[in-house]
């Protein structure tokens, strides 16, 4: 008996179009955000996301994270031939304090904070490598010699030949997709400020798992309509 009504409705195209017709606009009401003009699917891209809630891979994870750096860093690099002068050392050092100020920053590594040992006859001298800024391009000159003669700068810090710098910003662990993304612009645009002339860019594994979670959400806004305008024509057809 079931069965006929079941055949009886499929051989009713008309009702059978209502019915896709009914679904499709539940599936959009889901999906899409009316409001704003846009898919209401987020794509978390984070390792977090692609490990099970529970069971030895996550807590292997979570074992490596507590004994290594985690991965919730992002690095801005400044590249150029003169990127030890007065002007660019001073806007590196604005730079770096205005990072350490920004929400969920947990640490900044650059020249600017990076602790700097001396010795002079019988005192040992400890500050920051940047705590007096230089006047003039000799005394730049020399905090460059100093920098690229240090080995925990040079190669890290500081490209051997000095005409790079790095700075590490080290984020708060567990930031969702949306803040990230805030935290980077930000980021981002505090470095293309501070630079001026100065070529730079931000990287990282940040930079990356927001990267891929873009392309795969922009994969979803062309397969979405497609699959379901793909599952309408074969209703449609199935009904001819």
């Known amino acids: ?42 794509v978390d891209a984070s390792i977090e996301s692609l490990l099970p809630s529970e069971g030895v891979a996550l807590d292997a994870y ?42 969920d920053v947990n640490r900044v590594d650059s020249l600017a904070s990076a602790t700097y040992v001396s010795a002079e006859d019988d005192f040992t001298n400890i500050d920051d490598f940047l705590a007096e800024l230089p006047n003039n391009l000799d005394e730049a000159k020399a905090l460059k010699e100093k920098a690229l003669a240090n080995p925990l700068f040079a190669g890290h810090l500081v490209s051997h030949d000095g005409r790079g710098v790095l700075i590490a910003v080290h984020l708060n662990p567990g930031l969702s997709t949306e803040v990230l993304n805030e935290r980077v612009t930000a980021i981002r645009n505090a470095s293309n400020a501070a630079a001026g002339e100065v070529r730079n860019f931000i ?18 806004r062309v397969v979405f309509p497609l699959a379901i305008l793909a599952t309408i024509l074969v209703s449609l057809i199935g009904q001819r």
């Not at 940040?206 to 392309?215: C, E, P």
Request: with cysteine; net charge neutral.
């Open 1 to 42: 008996m079931k069965g006929n009504r079941l055949l009886a409705f499929v051989d009713r195209p008309f009702a059978v179009s209502f019915f896709v017709l009914c679904i499709f606009v539940l599936a959009m009401r889901i999906v899409v955000d009316f409001d704003n003009t846009s898919l209401a699917v987020k």
């Open 62 to 103: 979570n074992a490596v994270r507590e004994r290594f750096v985690g991965d919730d860093f992002l690095v801005a690099v400044w590249v150029d031939d003169d990127l030890f002068s007065p002007k660019n050392l001073k806007q590196l050092k604005s730079f770096t304090s205005e990072l350490e100020k920004l929400p």
């Open 203 to 220: 990287t990282g594994p940040v930079v990356a798992r927001l990267n891929t979670g873009q392309t795969l959400f922009a994969d979803i």
